[in-house]
């Protein structure tokens, strides 16, 4: 090992002429200095963080507008803000689709702007937490769609999941994004599809959206 030569005191440390630190030998937090310029590339990677995507944020699939507050219709979710003060905590709901006899789909959008913390071509999904109030006899389920967003047009949907089925519960849906392409700054266009078939349920055959989220791999 070579010599260093401490040549002043200051502030009550020592001051080296020359240091030379190996690298890769300091990996602890405690041994940065708080303020150090350090690259974010050589950060610590943090496995799906999350980024909420408010349920009061979500748009008309083909409109742009607000959700409405007071019911579904067409093929639009609706937002249920719940009773303020009370046990209630706000939704996005379809509405319901007893005895439709048919698949009948409702939406929501979100527009999404990657974060400057994402770790490009690493880990990206959507995720929903979602149930149904009531089963339906036929089929119920959740899907994803996700585009990029470019001088006023969309590519294709870079969403590599399939639907998959609500139950009764509420539980996590997970949506892969292709993650080749999408680099901080892009905005994406994320879309919410239930899609539900009853044939002959009494009542009550909503699907409920609690919570909806980005989650991705960061850095910093």
């Known amino acids: 090992m070579g010599k260093t030569t401490f040549t002043t ?13 190996p690298d890769n030998s300091l990996t602890a937090n405690s ?38 507050t ?3 219709s067409n093929d639009d979710l609706w937002l249920n803000m719940g009773t303020l003060g009370s046990s209630e905590a706000p939704t996005i709901e379809t509405e319901d689709k007893a005895s439709n006899a048919g698949a009948e789909s409702q939406k929501a959008s979100w527009l999404f702007p990657v974060p400057i913390e994402y770790d490009e071509d690493e ?3 959507v995720r929903f937490r979602a149930k149904m109030a009531t089963i339906a006899d036929t089929t119920m389920t959740i899907d994803c769609e996700v585009y990029e967003c470019t001088d006023g047009a969309v590519g294709s949907d870079i ?33 919410v599809n239930v899609t539900i078939n009853d044939a002959a349920t009494g009542s009550g055959v909503i699907c409920e959206i609690a919570d909806a989220r980005v989650r991705c791999d960061t850095r910093g």
């Open 31 to 68: 041994q940065i200095k708080a303020g150090a310029d350090i690259a974010r590339a050589k950060m610590v990677q943090e496995t799906f963080s999350p980024f909420p995507l408010l349920l009061t944020d979500a748009r008309v699939w083909d409109s742009g507008a607000l959700l409405p």
């Open 159 to 191: 969403c590599t999941t399939s639907a998959q089925t609500l139950t009764a519960s509420y539980a996590n849906y997970d949506f892969t994004i292709t993650d080749t392409g999408i680099a901080v700054g892009d905005v994406l266009l994320v879309l």
């Open 123 to 125: 880990t990206f999904e």
């Open 9 to 21: 005191i200051a502030g009550g440390e020592l001051t080296p002429d020359t240091l030379v630190i």
């Open 70 to 72: 007071s019911s579904a």
